[in-house]
């Protein structure tokens, strides 16, 4: 099956700096979210983003599909933003396969 | 709007037993996906429902099995449990139309088995 990594696996912040986190993938997709998973355990969806790129607030993703992988960026970083942040994909059918995630601390 | 609701929030069972986790869907949403999630891993999908009938299973055993009831509730049913099924347990519900795209996920179940 599809495999997904994630890079880095943790992240230091200090308040304010800028982070970009990475998810590579082995097959083509029709399908890439990036999700940030809270400390109560709920995974919220942040992007939608097969291809192409997207901002909402402080955050922005960018999915460069035919080079298989996807940037998150978190820009003023804020301690909120602490989790573990997840990239997932799907090919076919109606699952999705998640990366090993990238655990964010982000200190004041 | 009532988002997902999975009960309980918190299971201890002892090696060899049977556990039910339960989901309850967004409203709107006719399909439920499961996913287990270990500790310091991604989630892994197990199965999906949709007109209370399984519609995709990932790579679990048959101990692994599920149900959907007509208002589009879900059960996740594991028998003779073992320690590696220790694990947080995800509902994720949508709409068929939407495929993935739409998922909303619950907070979980976390299951310890001792």
């Known amino acids: 099956g599809i495999q997904v990594e994630q890079s880095p696996p943790d992240l230091i912040l200090q308040e304010g700096a800028n982070s970009t986190l990475r998810c590579n993938f082995s097959d083509s997709v029709n399908n890439l979210q990036w999700f940030h998973q809270n400390p109560w355990g709920q995974l919220i969806n942040l992007f939608y983003i097969p291809s192409g790129t997207k901002q909402n607030g402080r955050l922005s993703a960018t999915t460069v599909a035919t080079e298989r992988y996807s940037l998150l960026y978190i820009s003023s970083s804020q301690t909120t933003d602490s989790g573990v942040y997840f990239c997932a994909v799907g090919n076919a059918g109606n699952m999705l396969t998640f990366g090993g995630g990238t655990r964010l601390m982000v200190k004041p | 709007d009532a988002g997902v609701t999975q009960s309980p929030t918190h299971l201890i069972k002892t090696r060899g037993q049977q556990v039910t986790l339960r989901c309850s869907p967004k409203?709107?949403?006719?399909?439920v996906s499961w996913y287990q999630q270990a500790l310091g891993q991604g989630p892994q999908f197990i199965f999906q429902y949709y007109e209370e009938e399984e519609r995709q299973r990932g790579n679990f055993p048959d101990r692994f099995s599920g149900h959907q009831f007509p208002n589009y509730s879900s059960e996740l049913n594991v028998n003779a449990l073992l320690l590696g099924d220790s694990a947080l347990y995800l509902c994720a519900s949508s709409f068929s139309g939407q495929g993935t795209y739409g998922y909303t996920f619950g907070s979980g179940t976390r299951l310890t088995v001792v």
């Open positions: 409203s709107g949403h006719d399909t």
